[in-house]
């Protein structure tokens, strides 16, 4: 069946360095996708998100870079700060017949070490 | 910035109980959801809600469950008679028009014993 899913499930970076998180998605016919970003004991946060007629999308820190040809999603997040470390979660929308629900990926930890 | 809410934060219950899950949604929001995640794995969706019926709804989303929003506030989840596999934290999110990025809920802790 279709599916969103995540290459890495920790990365580990010093703070300061860039982080990238790679997602790759198996629906061609996806038009949105989203980055979520969960911290412990809470619901997924809003990160950025991007359109599948667009590659690029910067945000404050974060860049969501989306290669179609590949079905492949990355998000980068430059600076990275203790502050950034959580489980990190593609999620795909407007796939054909898949209405409005969000699938998500299995997710990435992300942990910043000082 | 207006959230979403959710109550209780916590729910401890007996296996066979009913519970029954709150969340206020963003006041000016139509389109609303429930996810549940299980412990270390992925979000998973189970129903979406517009108009006061139910749009989509997955297969987790059985005969067990069910969803309304009695008020223009309040939208909840009731499982009828929870099982151990209903252990899971779930999620409310909503969002104001069809094209709009879900914004969720910080969730409730569902433990069945």
């Known amino acids: 069946g279709e599916s969103v899913g995540l290459h890495l499930p920790t990365l580990s970076v010093q703070e300061g360095d860039n982080s990238i998180i790679n997602c790759a998605y198996s629906?061609?016919?996806?038009?949105?996708f989203i980055w979520y970003k969960q911290e412990s004991g809470k619901g997924p946060q809003f990160i950025i998100d991007?359109?599948?007629?667009?590659d690029k999308r910067q945000g404050q820190r974060v860049t969501v870079l989306l290669n179609k040809t590949v079905k492949h999603l990355s998000l980068q997040i430059a600076a990275t700060q203790p502050g950034d470390s959580a489980v990190y979660f593609c999620?795909?929308?407007?796939?054909?017949?898949?209405?409005?629900?969000?699938?998500f990926g299995t997710g990435t930890q992300l942990k910043v070490e000082l | 910035e207006p959230e979403v809410t959710q109550t209780p934060s916590h729910q401890v219950t007996q296996m066979g109980q009913e519970v029954i899950l709150r969340c206020v949604p963003i006041?000016?929001?139509?389109?609303f959801y429930w996810y549940r995640q299980i412990l270390g794995q992925k979000v998973e969706f189970l129903v979406s809600?517009?108009?006061?019926?139910?749009?989509?709804k997955s297969e987790i989303f059985d005969d067990q469950f069910s969803v309304e929003r009695p008020d223009g506030s309040n939208f909840t989840l009731k499982i009828r008679s929870t099982k151990l596999e209903d252990s899971a934290m779930y999620f409310c999110?909503?969002?104001?028009?069809?094209?709009?990025?879900?914004?969720f809920g910080p969730g409730t802790r569902l433990t069945v014993l």
């Open positions: 999620a795909e929308k407007g796939a054909a017949g898949g209405g409005n629900k969000l699938t």
């Open positions: 629906n061609s016919a996806s038009d949105y």
């Open positions: 991007i359109r599948s007629n667009m």
């Open positions: 006041s000016n929001h139509l389109y």
């Open positions: 809600f517009y108009n006061n019926e139910i749009s989509e």
């Open positions: 999110a909503s969002i104001p028009g069809v094209a709009d990025t879900q914004y």
